[in-house]
């Protein structure tokens, strides 16, 4: 399985990032084709104490390279991308993973 998952930075308004994400970017980001399933984590805390380092980690899971390749490469993900950089970008760390 091939993964891709992006860590969050809190933003200045949480609650206007929050409706943007859940309204505008996840319905882009669930058109993405050969995507088996998206999670989005919020982050609630440290066991370290303090404030957290991230705000929402999130996965996209794909079933292997080549259908992640092929749909990093698709119009949808572009869009999603695009959408993604109009309120996200300096907040947003974006990491392939291979599950183990």
């Known amino acids: 399985m091939t993964k891709l998952i992006a860590l969050y930075k809190k933003p200045d308004d949480p609650e206007a990032f929050l409706k943007h994400y859940r309204e505008i970017h996840i319905p882009l980001v669930a058109k993405t084709p050969g995507l088996q399933e ?29 259908t992640f390749d ?27 993973a291979e599950e183990d």
């Open 70 to 96: 092929t749909a990093m490469a698709s119009p949808e993900n572009r869009a999603a991308g695009k959408d993604l950089m109009s309120f996200a970008k300096g907040l947003v760390t974006l990491l392939v």
């Open 38 to 66: 998206a999670t989005v984590n919020l982050v609630k805390g440290s066991p370290m104490g303090g404030d957290p380092e991230f705000f929402i980690i999130a996965e996209m899971r794909f079933p292997d390279r080549e």
